[in-house]
């Protein structure tokens, strides 16, 4: 997606040569007008996949997840990084590796949410080692319901996580691919 790319070329800080700062349009501050088109090009993609919903995690997902699911015209589901103890019985709990903290939490849904009829859309910000997405797509499952396909905005290709998700059987569509960040410059697959 070019606007995407061009965003990412003008405004992307790296860090080290592993992460990739956006706090300017899609992290801390949000480019409206960009998720709009975001939202657009992943309905396109995933049209013919019968998606009953969106599934992200919170917080950074939920505004890309925001507008593919209003183009869908089906619920956004953000999952919270942290269960509510009082709720605990009603809640789909999975573990997921933090890639950007380095540490273990865990990510729950609402079992009044997901349910085995459900075509699941999974979106996220970012694609690195796959662990987030994978722990979404295993909520999915105790749900009994089915993964449509994992939209992510930004895929760091120089990362595990595409030949992960691809090899667990998942469609994957990536909005930019990044191929390197080395020597502070952000090169694209493409
Ligand atoms: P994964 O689970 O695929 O290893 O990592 C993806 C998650 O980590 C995303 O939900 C995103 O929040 C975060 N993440 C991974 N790499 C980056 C990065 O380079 N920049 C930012 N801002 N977040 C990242």
Do not use: C
Not at 70 to 88: C, E, Q, Y
Not at 94 to 114: D, G, H, N, P
């Amino acid at each position: 997606m070019e606007q995407l790319k061009n965003k990412i070329l003008s405004e992307g800080r790296v860090l080290g040569d592993q992460v990739l700062k956006v706090d300017s349009f899609l992290n801390h501050r949000i480019d409206p007008a960009l998720m709009s088109a975001i939202g657009d090009t992943f309905a396109a993609l995933f049209a013919e996949e019968g998606v009953t919903q969106v599934l992200t995690l919170e917080s950074s997902g939920i505004a890309p997840a925001m507008m593919t699911a209003l183009r869908l015209r089906v619920p956004l589901i953000f999952a919270r990084k942290r269960k509510s103890l009082t709720l605990k019985d009603d809640m789909w709990t999975e573990k997921a590796y933090s890639f950007t903290k380095q540490e273990e939490s865990e990510v729950s849904v609402s079992r009044q949410f997901l349910h085995p009829a459900d075509r699941v859309l999974i979106v996220d910000d970012f694609l690195a080692n796959g662990q987030a997405a994978l722990a979404l797509a295993r909520i999915v499952a105790q749900a009994g319901a089915t993964v449509a396909g994992i939209g992510i905005v930004i895929e760091k290709s120089f990362q595990s996580g595409r030949a992960t998700l691809l090899e667990a059987g998942f469609r994957v569509e990536s909005l930019a691919r990044v191929a390197s960040l080395s020597e502070g410059r952000v090169t694209f697959a493409e």
